[in-house]
């Protein structure tokens, strides 16, 4: 069963691209900001020196008319209601016996005083100043500098500046357009945190073959001398999530060298020639920082093979293949740059990359094994804290087919997991629960129609039991019928241990457990549903590739007629036209009927003898709605001992949706 696999490599972060033009300041307005500034500083210079050498005390209107009354009032100055003014003695306030001083606010003894004067005109009040000979002084509002200067040219600054910023706006559109050619490829140099292959788990093979370049990068004396060439360009193969990036990085890092990462798809452009000329600065760039490294993701965006199809190929993009291959071609025996790249389809690249001289070395970078998963468990844990219960061993037993990305999500689901529960630790039931998450779906509400839980149910019950009645396949770890994703019901199987040949009877095993569901149904229900829609096509498919793929039929041989990818174009598809005649493809089509109609009637008989055991787990899962493999086994009446190996963990792994 093939897991699904995440593109979730461990990619270089990028590079912040450059800023665009942005308004700027002139620099002729600081210094006009500082005149204005001190300007102002020595208008309000004589208030400020009379505030620090002189005491001024704010007083009340009844205080201050009765001062007036008293003549002890030398000279007011009035200016918007405020009142300032000295008095002829210094006086205390508030005086004692006053409301003030009951409070207990402290007094305070000046001859300078600042009051204000009521809303509404006092009459009284203008007739004793006028009787006590008070000198009187009306002020008018004083106006800020600044707010006039502001008032006067702030319309022309704002101008000026508008014609400023559209000039240097224009400016920078114009200096992009001639940049347009230039590369956009990320550069990782030593000064930042460096990956190294102790951060890549699960390839030793691959880590083998990295590690020449690398010695080569630090001593490339040690191989010129000896009339020795470094491959110039490395290819990672594999499927997606399996770190190829990661592992481009590490070498970087491991050599100290620089590092320009880039995605193929970035070449190209609208613009004819862009692509081309992006490629040449890149390579240029990558040999004034010898030695180097040069990273291109994903080839096959620009490396498909050209000319092919229909109506002949990409114009831009096989002259950027044509600079990319007259560029690799470019190096001297010395220039120590090495172009690494990764594809997962090396399938489709153009022959000509990948001639010696080119990328004439492979790397496959697969999915790891039991041990690599282990490995690969232990950097993705670190600085998590684990329980004492959590066993990566089991884990990574379980785990069959998953990639480094893949392990890498579900240590972080499990953290997440345990986070949403204030767990202190991640323990086993966490790693659990998120591996349901990520392979099985997200859970959904239990099935609230009664009918359509017991169709489920016999379904799910269909799938089990057949799988547990048939020797030679993978074996029966949970059962549910609550919804998971887009299935209504889920039955769980493990694999044993990584495979990578499949025998015929561990794929007709597979085969029946498809259609045991479909049976299940014909069997106790008397009705079929849409439900096996599935099931169907995935069984279907595998006979057809049993019988036109991988010769396991009696009528057809040992023969292959399968649609091979080496050009999976559909131009080029439909020029190639079909490798075998009319003829043959009815025979595949009626041994393929033939095979799956035989595997059907042999599970509709086997479920037709148990049909008890059908029956009882199905009422199980009506009641349960959730069955490990120890009660299925019970309900059953199969012996444990003689179907559950010891070594194989409690995890439920291929779903088989409903």
Same mark, same amino acid.
């Given at each position: ?84 003014? =000295?008095? #002829?003695?210094? *006086? @205390? ?8 001083? /009951?409070? &207990?606010?402290?007094? $305070? ?80 140099? =030593?000064? #930042?945190?460096? *990956? @190294? ?8 093979? /691959?880590? &083998?073959?990295?590690? $020449? ?80 490294? =040069? ?16 109506? &002949?190929?990409?114009? $831009? ?342």
């Amino acid at each position: 069963m093939q897991f699904p696999q995440k593109p979730n490599d461990e990619k270089p972060g990028n590079k912040p691209e450059p800023p665009q033009p942005q308004f700027r300041i002139p620099r002729w307005v600081w210094p006009l900001l500082w005149v204005v500034l001190i300007a102002w500083s020595f208008m309000r210079l004589p208030d400020m020196v009379n505030n620090a050498t002189s005491q001024t005390i704010k007083v009340s209107y009844s205080f201050f008319f009765q001062q007036v009354s008293a003549g002890n009032v030398q000279e007011i100055t009035i200016q918007e209601g405020a009142v300032q003014g =000295v008095f #002829k003695a210094a *006086v @205390t306030y508030p005086p004692a016996g006053s409301p003030e001083r /009951a409070q &207990g606010v402290t007094p $305070e003894t000046a001859t300078q005083f600042t009051t204000t004067l009521l809303p509404l005109d006092d009459p009284e009040l203008l007739k004793a100043l006028h009787d006590q000979d008070v000198s009187i002084t009306s002020q008018p509002v004083e106006s800020s500098a600044i707010l006039l200067f502001l008032l006067n040219f702030g319309p022309l600054l704002l101008l000026l500046g508008f014609f400023i910023w559209s000039a240097r706006r224009t400016q920078g559109q114009m200096s992009g357009i001639f940049g347009f050619g230039r590369t956009q490829a990320r550069e990782y140099n =030593v000064e #930042k945190p460096k *990956v @190294t292959f102790s951060d890549v788990a699960g390839q030793d093979a /691959a880590k &083998g073959e990295l590690m $020449e370049v690398v010695d080569f990068l630090k001593e490339p004396d040690k191989y010129i001398a000896l009339g020795a060439r470094i491959p110039r360009g490395v290819l990672l193969i594999g499927p997606p999530g399996t770190g190829k990036t990661l592992m481009a990085r590490a070498v970087a890092g491991e050599a100290s060298v620089a590092f320009f990462s880039i995605a193929a798809s970035e070449f190209v452009e609208m613009f004819v020639g862009v692509g081309a000329s992006r490629v040449r600065d890149l390579f240029k760039r990558a040999k004034d920082a010898a030695p180097s490294i =040069v990273f291109i993701d994903e080839l096959d965006a620009v490396g498909r093979q050209r000319g092919a199809g229909l109506g &002949g190929g990409h114009d $831009e993009r096989e002259q950027t293949l044509n600079q990319m291959l007259a560029e690799m071609d470019g190096f001297d025996q010395n220039e120590s740059v090495i172009v690494m790249a990764a594809t997962n389809r090396p399938d489709v690249l153009d022959p000509a990359l990948l001639r010696p001289g080119r990328f004439d070395r492979q790397v496959t970078v697969g999915l790891p094994d039991r041990i690599g998963r282990l490995d690969i468990l232990k950097i993705h844990t670190r600085g998590k804290p684990l329980s004492a219960d959590t066993d990566l061993d089991d884990i990574a037993k379980a785990t069959i087919g998953f990639s480094g990305a893949d392990l890498a999500n579900l240590a972080n689901e499990a953290a997440l997991t345990a986070a949403r529960q204030a767990a202190r630790k991640i323990s086993m039931r966490h790693f659990l629960e998120a591996f349901d998450r990520i392979v099985l779906g997200t859970e959904s509400p239990p099935l609230s129609n009664q009918e359509e839980r017991r169709v489920v149910a016999y379904h799910e019950s269909g799938h089990a039991l057949v799988a547990l009645l048939t020797s030679g396949g993978d074996q029966v770890l949970k059962v549910t019928i609550i919804p998971r994703g887009q299935a209504l019901g889920i039955t769980a199987q493990l694999p044993q241990d990584d495979r990578r040949n499949y025998s015929k009877t561990y794929l007709m095993t597979r085969i029946h457990m498809l259609l045991g569901g479909r049976a299940a149904e014909e069997v106790a229900i008397g009705d079929i549903t849409t439900g096996a829609a599935n099931d169907l096509q995935r069984a279907t498919e595998l006979v057809r590739r049993m019988v036109a793929e991988f010769g396991m039929s009696e009528d057809i041989g040992p023969l292959n007629f399968g649609d091979h990818e080496h050009q999976p174009f559909l131009g080029y598809s439909l020029s190639q036209g079909r490798q075998y005649s009319e003829e043959t493809a009815a025979r595949i089509d009626v041994e393929v009927r033939r095979i799956v109609e035989a595997a059907y009637d042999h599970v509709l008989n086997l479920l037709r003898e148990n049909q008890d055991k059908l029956e009882a787990l199905a009422q199980a899962l009506l009641t349960h709605e959730i069955l490990e493999r120890k009660q299925i086994l019970e309900i059953i009446g199969l012996s444990t001992d003689d179907t559950e190996s010891a070594d194989n963990p409690p995890l439920a792994l291929i779903p088989d949706g409903a």
